[in-house]
């Protein structure tokens, strides 16, 4: 089904425009704001892994009960389903440049902060998860400049500083060069659930929002990357994401080795260029 609607989408932009904004949306509609925060479909598999034993103990978890806990979430590899997930954030309808990550980080005390003593914040992650970003200033809030005491926002900014800083002169200012790339850049997580280090490698083939993330690159994102109205900058685990490199396709970035450990979008690495090549090539949205 979903590549006859591909099909469809490549000539009709209003269909291709709906796919972009509801179809990953459409899988999370079915998540519920009640602790542990698992998406439905996800928790027959996770309690079967190895990090099942932690939904038992997840919805007690908050931060009053993360400051007293004995290890502060440091060398702990579990999943935080006490934390909201974290599938994508950006506008995904509006959004030209996709960068697909393995999973949130974090997990530590900064994130436990912010999500349950910081009532904007959590609406803001909300409202991503439903995608009620669209027209907003600052749609991807990790750029959002309201947040900038966040980890989110410090991990993206400085990430990005370099990008942003040689788009100021098209800009205008540096604020304005930010705002552009929180309309502009969207990411997408393999996995969607926060963890301090990732050690859930076998749950890649089988977790149901991982395989749904996978389709909607696959068959939403990779076609428009294919026809050059889109970039996609992989950062880590090309294999999963099942996005084979593509020669004279500049559109579609794939970070090997030291890039992919580091994740650095500078304007010398290859994610960095292409950022900068699809922002000048449409020139600025405001």
């Not at 959590?122 to 439903?130: F, K, Q």
Request: aromatic share 10%; charged share 20%; net charge positive.
């Amino acid at each position: 089904m979903m590549s006859a609607i591909t099909s469809a989408a490549s000539a009709d932009p209003a269909v291709d425009e709906a796919l972009q904004r509801f179809t990953l949306p459409a899988f999370w509609s079915g998540f519920k704001d009640q602790a542990p925060f698992v998406h439905p479909q996800d928790r027959p598999v996770i309690a079967k892994s190895p990090h099942g034993g932690w939904l038992a103990t997840a919805a007690a978890e908050n931060f009053d009960t993360f400051v007293q806990s004995g290890t502060l979430g440091v060398g702990d590899e579990r999943f935080y389903f006490s934390l909201l997930p974290v599938p994508y954030a950006g506008d995904l309808a509006q959004a030209d440049i996709f960068i697909l990550l393995l999973n949130p980080g974090g997990g530590g005390v900064f994130d436990f902060h912010v999500e349950y003593r910081c009532p904007s914040w959590r609406e803001r992650v909300l409202g991503n998860l439903s995608q009620a970003v669209h027209g907003m200033e600052f749609p991807n809030l990790n750029l959002d400049p309201e947040f900038c005491w966040t980890g989110g926002y410090q991990w993206w900014e400085r990430k990005l500083r370099a990008v942003a800083m040689e788009l100021v002169p098209l800009c205008g200012s540096y604020r304005k060069a930010l705002r552009e790339l929180s309309r502009r850049v969207a990411c997408i997580e393999l996995v969607p659930y926060h963890s301090t280090s990732f050690n859930g490698h076998k749950l890649l083939e089988i977790l149901p929002s991982t395989l749904q993330a996978r389709r909607y690159v696959r068959d939403v994102l990779l076609p428009r990357a294919q026809r050059d109205e889109l970039s996609i900058i992989v950062t880590r685990q090309s294999k999963t994401w099942g996005l084979p490199a593509q020669e004279g396709v500049p559109s579609i970035v794939h970070y090997t080795g030291q890039q992919a450990r580091g994740v650095h979008f500078g304007p010398n690495t290859t994610g960095g260029r292409e950022i900068l090549r699809r922002i000048r090539k449409a020139g600025p949205l405001s």
